[in-house]
C-alpha cells in the first residue's frame, strides 16, 4: 500500500479527483461520513484526510509516503522531503497588505502580523527592513485595522477578504500552488511506484 496524506478540505476533494483519474480511486472516500482513513487494496492505495497543515509532518516522518502540501506550508516549515510535483491547484499567492492608502516610514521598525514568520522574516531580510514580527494564527487581517500591526504578510487568493476589511495587497512575495511531495526513504525504497503514481498525477494537470 502506498499511504497518501490528502489535505482535508476543498482543495483535498480536487486532490482526490485527480488521482482517481489517475487509476487511484476509492469510491468509499466520497461517502459522506467522518471516517479518516479509506484504502482500495486493488490501486494499492490508503488515503487519509489531515489538517493541510500537517501533510508535510506525516509524509516528513514517514506516516504517509505521498501528500499534496501548499507551497507556503513547504516555505514555511521546510519539511525534509521531496517536492515532486507542482499540481497547479490552489492557487494563491502570499502577499504583504496594508490598509488602503498606508505610508511605509521606512525609519520606523514596520510592525508585520502573519502566521508565517518565517516567510515574513526571509522577505524583509532580503530587503534590508528592520521589522518586529508579530506572530497570529488567524484573522490576522484585523491586526492593520486595530492598529496591531502596520501590515500583515498572508495568503490572498481571490483578495476578497482584503477588500472587505478595507486592505489592499501592497506586494506579492512568492506564488503559491500545491505540491506532490514525497518521503525521502519511501521514494528510495518505492521509487516506482511513486514516480507512477507522479506521471499518472501529470497527466491531470490543467493549465490555462
Ligand atoms: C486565507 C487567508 C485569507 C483568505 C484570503 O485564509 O488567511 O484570510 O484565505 O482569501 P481571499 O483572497 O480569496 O479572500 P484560509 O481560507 O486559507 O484560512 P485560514 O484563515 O485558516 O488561514
Given at each position: 500500500m502506498?499511504?497518501v496524506a490528502?489535505p482535508k478540505g476543498r482543495?483535498g476533494?480536487?486532490?482526490?479527483?485527480?488521482?482517481?483519474?489517475?487509476?487511484y480511486?476509492?469510491?468509499?472516500?466520497?461517502?459522506n461520513?467522518?471516517r479518516?482513513?479509506?484504502?482500495?487494496p486493488?490501486?494499492?492505495v490508503?488515503y487519509?484526510?489531515?489538517?493541510?497543515s500537517?501533510v508535510?509532518?506525516?509524509v516528513?516522518?514517514g506516516?504517509?509516503?505521498?501528500?499534496v502540501?501548499?507551497k507556503d506550508?513547504?516555505?514555511?516549515y521546510?519539511?525534509?522531503?521531496?517536492?515532486?510535483?507542482?499540481?497547479n491547484?490552489g492557487?494563491?499567492?502570499?502577499?504583504v497588505?496594508?490598509?488602503v492608502g498606508?505610508?511605509?516610514?521606512?525609519?520606523?521598525t514596520?510592525r508585520?502580523?502573519t502566521k508565517f514568520?518565517?516567510i515574513a522574516?526571509?522577505?524583509?531580510?532580503?530587503?534590508g527592513r528592520d521589522?518586529d514580527?508579530i506572530?497570529l494564527?488567524?484573522s490576522?487581517e484585523l491586526a492593520?485595522?486595530l492598529?496591531?500591526?502596520?501590515?500583515?504578510v498572508?495568503?490572498v487568493?481571490?483578495g476578497k477578504?482584503?477588500?472587505e476589511n478595507?486592505?489592499e495587497?501592497?506586494?506579492t512575495?512568492?506564488?503559491i500552488?500545491?505540491?506532490l511531495?514525497?518521503?525521502?526513504a519511501?521514494?528510495?525504497f518505492n521509487?516506482?511506484?511513486?514516480e507512477?503514481?507522479?506521471?499518472?498525477?501529470?497527466?491531470?494537470?490543467k493549465?490555462?
Amino acid at each position: 500500500m502506498i499511504n497518501v496524506a490528502l489535505p482535508k478540505g476543498r482543495l483535498g476533494e480536487k486532490v482526490y479527483g485527480m488521482f482517481a483519474a489517475a487509476g487511484y480511486e476509492c469510491p468509499s472516500i466520497l461517502e459522506n461520513n467522518r471516517r479518516l482513513i479509506f484504502e482500495n487494496p486493488a490501486s494499492g492505495v490508503r488515503y487519509f484526510w489531515v489538517k493541510p497543515s500537517d501533510v508535510a509532518i506525516y509524509v516528513e516522518r514517514g506516516a504517509a509516503d505521498v501528500g499534496v502540501a501548499g507551497k507556503d506550508i513547504l516555505l514555511e516549515y521546510r519539511p525534509d522531503v521531496y517536492e515532486l510535483l507542482d499540481l497547479n491547484i490552489g492557487r494563491c499567492r502570499m502577499a504583504v497588505a496594508a490598509k488602503v492608502g498606508f505610508h511605509d516610514d521606512v525609519e520606523k521598525t514596520l510592525r508585520v502580523a502573519t502566521k508565517f514568520t518565517r516567510i515574513a522574516r526571509e522577505y524583509y531580510a532580503g530587503l534590508g527592513r528592520d521589522i518586529d514580527i508579530i506572530h497570529l494564527n488567524g484573522s490576522i487581517e484585523l491586526a492593520p485595522i486595530l492598529g496591531l500591526s502596520d501590515v500583515i504578510v498572508d495568503i490572498v487568493e481571490t483578495g476578497k477578504t482584503l477588500l472587505e476589511n478595507n486592505l489592499e495587497p501592497v506586494e506579492t512575495i512568492v506564488p503559491i500552488s500545491a505540491r506532490l511531495i514525497a518521503n525521502k526513504a519511501s521514494f528510495k525504497f518505492n521509487s516506482g511506484r511513486i514516480e507512477t503514481i507522479a506521471e499518472g498525477l501529470k497527466g491531470q494537470i490543467k493549465y490555462d
